[in-house]
């Protein structure tokens, strides 16, 4: 019995651990060569699908540039572009009416539009536009008028041209000129005197400075205080004019202006002042006066004149206002001394300023005027 049992006994626990760690060891070897296997047959297998469907020939793709900003697209706009911005006249005559053109063209690629109402540095220069809209490549032009004055100079005039062009919306345009005498007058101005026959009335020369011949066809006076006769069909280089006076007109315009119109093609009138020598004058025609005090009078002497060195009288000397009175007169050869009180009234308003007129009446008629004006301390 004893010895059968030594037969079957199973095998000890040492020993079945042994035995399953081999076991696990041959099942790890058995598993990695099988792992090893699969590798290289998908390895092989790959390598064949790259040949399979690898082109002969391999097209380089381009390369995509980075995106850089966009580029701006120019847009359409007009464009003003004068073909001159000065025109010189030259030398023209004295009251002349001379006319020039301003060409330009639309040089951009929109419409431009052209304001009507172009500006002037005076009114003897007239620019007028013959239309406001152009398309591009269209040209148009600017007249101008300028009228030439009376007196001889250099002269140099501005318009500003407005437009819906962006780069200039503003164009200066310009005309110079020099105004010369074309027709001459002697004398320049007329002196009158109410004490002479026809009030001493020198005759007035006309002379052609360029050889053109002329006629009259025109005299005008102040009030019609002076007249003359002329032939309008006469013509030459030297016409002489003889002036009537007309006294009472005269007397109550002793200022004026005599107007000549001629037919001279670069001289259409001359203009010359006339004045008459007054009777009687007051050496100081206005009296001015500084810190004024209310009801403290100031004294001032004037004297009156005669220029014709004739005898005369002063009837009276009276205020307007009655801030002026009279305090002595006397008699120096031909004229007069007049001692004057002028008394600042209360201060009436903010202004604080006083004024009166004293009227001086010759005997005969014949009223001088003598203003007075002040204004009060500390205003």
């Known amino acids: 019995m004893a010895q059968k049992h030594d037969t079957q006994r199973t095998v000890a626990p040492p020993e079945r651990a042994q035995l399953r760690t081999a076991w696990g060891l041959l099942f790890l070897l058995v598993m990695l060569l099988a792992f090893q296997g699969g590798c290289r047959e998908e390895a092989t297998s790959g390598e064949a699908?790259?040949?399979?469907?690898?082109?002969?020939?391999?097209?380089?793709?381009?390369?995509?540039?980075?995106?850089?900003?966009?580029?701006?697209?120019?847009?359409?706009?007009?464009?003003?572009?004068?073909?001159?911005?000065?025109?010189?006249?030259?030398?023209?005559?004295?009251?002349?009416?001379?006319?020039?053109?301003?060409?330009?063209?639309?040089?951009?690629?929109?419409?431009?539009?052209?304001?009507?109402?172009?500006?002037?540095?005076?009114?003897?220069?007239?620019?007028?536009?013959?239309?406001?809209?152009?398309?591009?490549?269209?040209?148009?032009?600017?007249?101008?008028?300028?009228?030439?004055?009376?007196?001889?100079?250099?002269?140099?005039?501005?318009?500003?041209?407005?437009?819906?062009?962006?780069?200039?919306?503003?164009?200066?345009?310009?005309?110079?000129?020099?105004?010369?005498?074309?027709?001459?007058?002697?004398?320049?101005?007329?002196?009158?005197?109410?004490?002479?026959?026809?009030?001493?009335?020198?005759?007035?020369?006309?002379?052609?400075?360029?050889?053109?011949?002329?006629?009259?066809?025109?005299?005008?006076?102040?009030?019609?205080?002076?007249?003359?006769?002329?032939?309008?069909n006469l013509e030459a280089t030297r016409i002489v004019l003889k002036p009537k006076v007309n006294m009472e007109r005269l007397k109550r315009n002793t200022r004026g202006r005599i107007r000549i119109d001629l037919t001279h093609p670069e001289c259409d009138n001359v203009s010359l002042l006339y004045d008459v020598l007054a009777e009687f004058t007051v050496d100081h025609e206005q009296i001015m006066l500084f810190n004024l005090q209310a009801g403290q009078p100031v004294k001032r002497e004037v004297w009156v004149m005669s220029n014709y060195q004739k005898e005369f009288e002063i009837e009276s000397v009276a205020s307007q206002k009655g801030f002026v009175t009279l305090l002595d007169q006397r008699k120096q050869d031909s004229r007069y001394g007049l001692t004057l009180e002028i008394t600042p009234p209360s201060v009436e308003s903010d202004r604080a300023v006083m004024s009166d007129v004293v009227e001086v009446k010759i005997k005969g008629g014949t009223t001088l005027s003598i203003a007075c004006r002040g204004f009060y301390q500390g205003k």
């Open 49 to 232: 699908l790259a040949v399979e469907v690898k082109p002969e020939k391999m097209t380089p793709q381009p390369v995509e540039a980075e995106t850089s900003a966009p580029q701006e697209v120019p847009t359409r706009a007009p464009k003003l572009v004068f073909a001159k911005t000065v025109h010189d006249f030259g030398e023209i005559g004295l009251g002349t009416r001379n006319v020039c053109d301003f060409k330009f063209k639309n040089a951009g690629t929109a419409v431009l539009n052209v304001e009507p109402n172009i500006d002037s540095s005076c009114g003897c220069t007239v620019p007028k536009l013959t239309k406001t809209e152009y398309a591009p490549g269209e040209e148009g032009e600017i007249n101008v008028t300028f009228s030439a004055g009376s007196t001889a100079a250099t002269v140099k005039k501005y318009m500003t041209v407005h437009s819906n062009d962006p780069t200039h919306p503003t164009e200066q345009l310009a005309i110079v000129a020099k105004i010369a005498p074309r027709v001459s007058f002697e004398p320049t101005r007329l002196k009158l005197f109410t004490n002479a026959e026809n009030a001493g009335a020198k005759d007035i020369v006309l002379t052609s400075l360029d050889g053109r011949p002329f006629s009259v066809k025109g005299f005008r006076a102040t009030a019609g205080a002076l007249t003359a006769d002329f032939d309008p």
